[in-house]
């Protein structure tokens, strides 16, 4: 348990996050701001984001806020701000000693800290405050808002090699894999191989899987055609010939067929099933559909009967519109893995 003697450090009026993080070290807290508070109570530098601190070290202290909640940072390192004075880009400054606390919500400079510990004059009129050195120019300014709160003009340089938490998952290509938004490994291979990258590079050449569930789930195919010399110069040059041929099939003896299937469960997000149907009438497909079904289906039989019940529904107004063109509608049959059965209403499936 922590005294009141044992709180060393204030945040002045900054406020504690919505919500607790779920991981204090991720680079950027979205729900937490990104401007920088001049604050008169805090009585060191302190911010929730850990990609903007360069020279960082672990340092645990207690830190009492407005509403006495006590946080305690997780580190300490220093802040290169570019400040903005007078509508121009300013000389960059670096804030030193500034704590990692990530269950804030604001960054908030210690303007008494600047003052005793560097030397900083602050200078405060109706508008704004404006920090220098003994009566030299503005190094940085902070607008004072319509709230009575100032916050600087500039912005922050975060660390452009910063990488999240040490890790001791080894560069391999399945990691750039991964990294690269599920790219083809070829093209990966490539990258590495042919150095188009500046810094990227293997720690072991172990093959990659040849099955990425990420890749299978979300259908990435980043490299779907076979590579070819051929190319059109034309619309349509090289398929002219292409059609559908509506030829009698002499292995068929009905006039026109159905066949339908499903997936059960094959959406990883909602766990509904895939159901899909094709008509043929002779040789040629004249009607097909694929969607993903309204409900989430127990077994792979009703995924099946779903699907089964779409293609009939199909093949009902198939059938009428070929009555009304005059053709002869013979007694048909379902076929289910090879075992015709008698059906009055339907046709081969």
Not at 91 to 112: C, I
Not at 339 to 348: A, D, F, K, R
């Amino acid at each position: 348990m922590w005294a009141a003697q044992d709180v060393v450090e204030r945040a002045g009026n900054a406020s504690f996050r919505s919500r607790d993080p779920s991981n204090p070290l991720s680079p950027l807290q979205l729900d937490a701001d990104t401007d920088w508070n001049a604050d008169m109570g805090a009585t060191s530098h302190m911010m929730p984001h850990h990609h903007w601190l360069r020279n960082y070290s672990p340092k645990r202290v207690p830190i009492k806020l407005a509403d006495n909640t006590v946080v305690y940072s997780a580190g300490v390192g220093s802040v290169v701000f570019h400040p903005t004075v007078e509508g121009k880009r300013g000389r960059a400054v670096e804030f030193s000693n500034v704590l990692h606390v990530p269950q804030l919500r604001n960054n908030l400079l210690a303007v008494l800290y600047l003052t005793r510990r560097s030397s900083i004059d602050v200078h405060i009129n109706s508008t704004h405050m404006s920090f220098s050195h003994s009566n030299g120019p503005p190094l940085f300014i902070a607008p004072i808002n319509h709230h009575n709160a100032a916050f600087l003009d500039g912005v922050t340089e975060p660390i452009t090699e910063y990488a999240s938490p040490a890790t001791t998952v080894p560069l391999d290509l399945a990691l750039w894999h991964r990294r690269l938004a599920h790219h083809n490994i070829t093209d990966v291979k490539a990258l590495i191989e042919q150095q188009l990258v500046t810094g990227m590079q293997l720690d072991v050449k172990t093959a990659p899987d040849p099955l990425c569930e990420p890749c299978l789930a979300g259908k990435m195919h980043a490299n779907p055609f076979p590579s070819t010399s051929w190319h059109a110069s034309r619309p349509l040059e090289g398929t002219m010939d292409y059609a559908i041929s509506y030829a009698p099939d002499p292995s068929m003896s009905q006039l026109f067929t159905t066949y339908s299937d499903a997936n059960h469960g094959g959406c990883k997000d909602t766990g509904r099933s895939t159901g899909a149907y094709i008509v043929k009438l002779g040789s040629g497909i004249v009607s097909w559909h694929s969607k993903r079904q309204s409900i989430v289906a127990l077994s792979t039989t009703e995924a099946e009967y779903m699907a089964a019940c779409e293609a009939g529904k199909e093949i009902v107004w198939m059938r009428k519109m070929l009555q009304e063109l005059c053709f002869p509608m013979p007694t048909s049959s379902v076929l289910v893995h090879g075992q015709p059965v008698s059906h009055p209403g339907g046709e081969t499936s």
